[in-house]
């Protein structure tokens, strides 16, 4: 069975900066893909950061120079460093593996 577990959202003021985590049992990010998506009120689920199975990334142009995903293999986790926040990016952000696996979520809120 597998889950992931988003943690690391939380509020913060325009400007700052967040890591979010994603961590994995039930299968191996170091042979699967992970993707981290994210959802506003009242919009449909965009993608933001993803990095393939042999760790080619694509950011969303909205993100891009902003975010950075990363794999750590050993902790079978999947992160997401945000910088420079904007209110923009408040959403509920979601983790997503191999394709179809996806995480509960974790709110990202950024306001001042």
């Known amino acids: 069975q597998v889950q992931l577990v988003e943690s690391g959202g939380g509020l913060v003021q325009p400007g700052g900066s967040l890591r979010l985590s994603c961590a994995a049992s039930?299968?191996?990010?170091?042979?699967?893909?992970a993707g981290w998506y994210r959802q506003a009120p009242g919009k449909e689920r965009e993608s933001v950061a993803f990095?393939?199975?042999?760790?080619?990334?694509k950011y969303a142009d909205s993100v891009k120079g902003r975010f950075t995903i990363s794999r750590d293999n050993a902790k079978n986790t999947v992160y997401l460093q945000m910088n420079s926040l904007k209110p923009e990016d408040t959403a509920v952000y979601y983790c997503?593996?191999?394709?179809?696996?996806w995480g509960q979520g974790t709110q990202v809120t950024v306001s001042s």
């Open positions: 997503k593996a191999a394709g179809f696996h």
């Open positions: 990095v393939s199975s042999v760790g080619s990334i």
């Open positions: 039930g299968i191996d990010f170091s042979i699967n893909s």
